[in-house]
């Protein structure tokens, strides 16, 4: 598929042909230097915008045809997505935060708390339940911007540079959780990130420059010095 965005006179051709398939539950990292089109390749398999040229098929669903109202019902139920900013509502304790999908789907409030505590919980968050996003940790707030993003049990989560904000051990936690949820969960995660340790704990990364994937490295304990060669040398 293909991308590009008009800035003035001038096109940018942000994606010139991306052809990517992901059809097992796993951990997927998307590497590349700065303005390769990592994030705006994640938004368009997200369904946040449309390619200019191709196809994206999701659970069988061709997601490029979908009008606006049809994506929107769409994205809540299969698709989660989360950012560098966790985007929490700073009135909403974080227990209104990740039930906040099942406010705007309609779910009863009895019914709400049940699944929002039951998701804390498996989160490690259960006693933060009515903290307000300004009275917890940035680990905290993104593991809550994940949950409400896992809220409906989407069988796809995208990240896009999920711990660009946090320390590197803050970052540890929020990685494994995402791990975790690829292996016991059978999701297929997609995150974008600048670094190797992150990409670490990944099964495959695809490493995008210009617009185009050049190189996928199924990633092992055994190869991830070549992975941080490979984006180091990509990034200079
Ligand atoms: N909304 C936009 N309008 C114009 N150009 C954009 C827009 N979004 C991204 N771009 C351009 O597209 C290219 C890819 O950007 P992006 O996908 O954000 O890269 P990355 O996430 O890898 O840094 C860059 O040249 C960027 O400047
Ligand atoms: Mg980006």
Redesign the pocket.
Known sequence: MTKS???GRRS????RGIDLEITKPGFHAIM????????????LLAALDRPDQGEIEINGRRIDRMNESQLTMFRRHHIGIVFQQYNLLSTMSALENVTLPALLDGMPRSQRIDLGMNLLTTLGLADRAEHRPDALSGGEQQRVAIGRAILFEPSILYA?EPTGNLDSQTSEQVLNLLATLARERNMIIVM?THEPAAAAHCQRASI?RD?RIVHTIDVHEGNVGELATRALQLDR
């Open positions: 965005y008009t800035l940018i051709e942000a994606l590349g230097p700065s303005g390769s089109g990592k994030s705006t390749l994640l938004h896009d974008v995008l617009g």
